[in-house]
């Protein structure tokens, strides 16, 4: 019986339709919510009068839908507002459609292999985290520089902290992997590309406009890239809040630490894959019952092959909650072993 007899891995891969992407979700709500707000709530232009020249000026607004999700200086000093960290990162100006385009072509290029690689839930998770704290940052920015008050006309609105965030871990997660940069075909590598991307919102922050353009929040670019690069070489997991957002209460609220597995050197063993068996010889199968071994041998082999047990159940736990994409080559590789070895004793 091999690993895929047991019963909890057999009923993760039953044969069924694979699930839609998170990525995908997330750009549809996006899509919905902008054409929504630019059908039913479309802007409105105001006028406003300043008491103190007796001037009147023309203000226009983002729309109704918009204006409700985005994150407005003067919320901060609104406790019951405080889900506009989040919501915020769903709203995009209906005056300038290229900034929804422009956000949801670098998720869908390159959300869907940072997903695959992740988990869903562990990629929605960093997505929704990356989005409050670089809309956090945004606002300590703000209060640093002597802008943040209750009249403040300052707005935050766009998918760009959680799509940066993506894009720089991407880019660490698959340093070596071509990019072509669009519309002009420039093929560089990914890391290539994460540091220019760095580089420009570094420039804009110092330099007001910079080369992308005004009403850019450069701040929560740079946050979000400094975010995606703590977790990856932090090794954080937002596996919890991503399983609490689709409804996955029992991920989310199980706190029980998995047991830890102790490693052994034996020279059986790779550097790199402690749980990967390589037989001796033919002669030497551990598990060939060879009565030529003795007694402390046998005990040894017994006590390596329930450390392959119970890493062989870590790996199928993480199957079932991250996906098998989420696996490394190493994990790969001590399943099969695993397989093979149970295939062996039933024999």
């Known amino acids: 019986m091999g690993y895929q007899d047991r019963d909890y891995y057999r009923d993760s891969y039953t044969p069924q339709r694979e699930p839609m992407k998170i990525v995908y979700k997330i750009i549809i709500l996006n899509v919905v919510l902008w054409l929504a707000n630019t059908l039913i709530t479309p802007p409105q232009i105001y006028e406003v ?6 001037r009147t000026y023309k203000i226009q607004d983002s729309g109704a839908i918009t204006e409700t999700l985005s994150l407005h200086h003067s919320d901060v000093y609104k406790p019951w507002l405080y889900w506009k960290f989040l919501t915020c990162g769903f709203a995009h100006s209906s005056e300038n459609a290229w900034h929804l385009i422009g956000n949801m ?25 990356a989005i409050v704290l670089g809309n956090v940052f945004w606002i300590f920015c703000s209060w640093m520089n002597g802008t943040l008050s209750p009249n403040s006309p300052y707005c935050l609105l766009g998918a760009s902290g959680g ?8 880019a660490i997660t698959y340093p070596n992997v071509t990019l072509v940069l669009f519309p002009i075909p420039i093929p560089m590598p990914a890391w290539v590309f994460g540091l220019l991307l760095v580089g420009f919102d570094m420039y804009g922050a110092m330099h007001g406009e910079g080369l992308m353009g005004d009403n850019v929040a450069y701040t929560v670019h740079l946050s979000a890239a400094a975010f995606a690069a703590a ?11 991503g399983a609490f957002f689709l409804g996955d209460f029992q991920t989310a609220l199980h706190f029980k630490a ?12 790779d550097e790199d894959d402690a749980f990967l068996y390589k037989p001796r010889s033919q002669n030497t199968d551990m598990f060939s019952g060879d009565d030529s071994r003795n007694y402390s041998q046998r005990e040894k082999d017994a006590r390596l092959e329930a450390e392959l047990a119970d890493e ?9 909650q991250t996906g098998r ?13 695993y397989s093979e070895l149970l295939q062996r004793k039933k024999r």
């Open 49 to 54: 009068r300043d008491p103190s020249t007796n």
């Open 105 to 129: 072509l670098g998720l869908f290029f390159l959300g869907r292999y940072v997903e695959e690689r992740y988990g869903a839930k562990q990629f929605l998770g960093f997505y929704l985290a």
């Open 163 to 170: 799509v940066t965030a993506t894009v720089i871990l991407f």
């Open 231 to 241: 977790y990856y070489f932090l090794n954080w997991n937002f596996t919890r809040l």
């Open 258 to 269: 998995s047991p830890r597995i102790r490693y052994h050197n034996d020279e059986r063993y």
């Open 312 to 320: 062989a159940d870590r790996i199928l736990r993480k199957i079932s």
């Open 325 to 337: 994409d989420s696996l490394t080559r190493a994990e790969e590789r001590t399943l099969q072993t």
